[in-house]
Antibody
Framework: QVQLVESGGGLVKPGGSLRLSCAAS????????MSWIRQTPGKGLEWVSY????????YYADSVKGRFTVSRDNSNNSLYLQMNSLRAEDTAVYYC????????????????????WGQGTLVTVSS | DIQMTQSPSSLSASVGDRVTITCRAS??????LNWYQQKPGRAPKLLIY???SLESGVPSRFSGSGSGTDFTLSISSLQHEDFATYYC?????????FGPGTKVDIK
């Protein structure tokens, strides 16, 4: 069955960096878009970023653009999120999710749905 | 960005009750609307996609409807395991956005 396991969370000071990893198994990882989604008690669920199956299409939420970088290694079935210049408001549980697309047209895929999620990893940004 | 709202923010219901949750988008999203269930300490779980399609393995007591800006999630006969928080999410355009959630608890 599909399994997504995040790691790399922890306590970091404001301005610091952290790299999250997500190990995928149970499906053809290279065939799927993947997303990072975070959750805080105050702001609820917030989509952070997605990366296409090939890695050629990448999008970020404005709140993390320029500070976070998503990447993937299809040979190792792994997804990553490099987080730099961290702020207190980045404190959240971070989930990786399989980002299933319903149809593709002209090299881009649409109709995103998050059909499998990891267990989440907690990132705390505090001095 | 497309804003998603949900009502009510919480509700109390009994086992066997029919429950309806509403989600509204700030602009038309066609039928690009998904519903998730989340229990405490767990990741969200996909229930419904494209407004009305039931995800594999999800009980048929769950159903979704709507298009454009107004959507509903219905549970025909609430079971013990359905007490949870429910979120809608639009996938019409980035940034993908979620509603604030509706918590369903036991009356």
């Amino acid at each position: 069955q599909v399994q997504l396991v995040e790691s790399g969370g922890g306590l970091v000071k404001p301005g610091g960096s952290l790299r999250l990893s997500c190990a995928a198994s149970g499906f053809n990882f290279r065939d799927y878009y993947m997303s990072w989604i975070r959750q805080t008690p105050g702001k609820g669920l917030e989509w952070v970023s997605y990366i296409s199956s090939s890695g050629h299409a990448i999008y970020y939420a404005d709140s993390v653009k320029g500070r976070f970088t998503v990447s993937r290694d299809n040979s190792n079935n792994s997804l990553y999120l490099q987080m730099n210049s961290l702020r207190a408001e980045d404190t959240a549980v971070y989930y990786c999710a399989r980002d299933k697309r319903l149809f593709c047209r002209n090299g881009f895929c649409y109709g995103s749905l998050f059909d499998d999620w990891g267990q989440g990893t907690l990132v705390t940004v505090s001095s | 960005d497309i804003q998603m709202t949900q009502s009510p923010s919480s509700l109390s219901a009994s086992v066997g009750d029919r429950v309806t949750i509403t989600c509204r988008a700030s602009q038309s999203i066609d039928n690009y609307l998904n519903w998730y269930q989340q229990k405490p300490g767990r990741a969200p779980k996909l229930l419904i996609y494209t407004a009305s399609s039931l995800e594999s393995g999800v009980p048929s007591r769950f159903s979704g409807s709507g298009s454009g800006t107004d959507f509903t999630l219905s549970i025909s006969s609430l079971q013990h395991e359905d007490f949870a928080t429910y979120y809608c999410q639009q996938s019409h355009s980035t940034p993908f956005t979620f509603g604030p959630g509706t918590k369903v608890d036991i009356k």
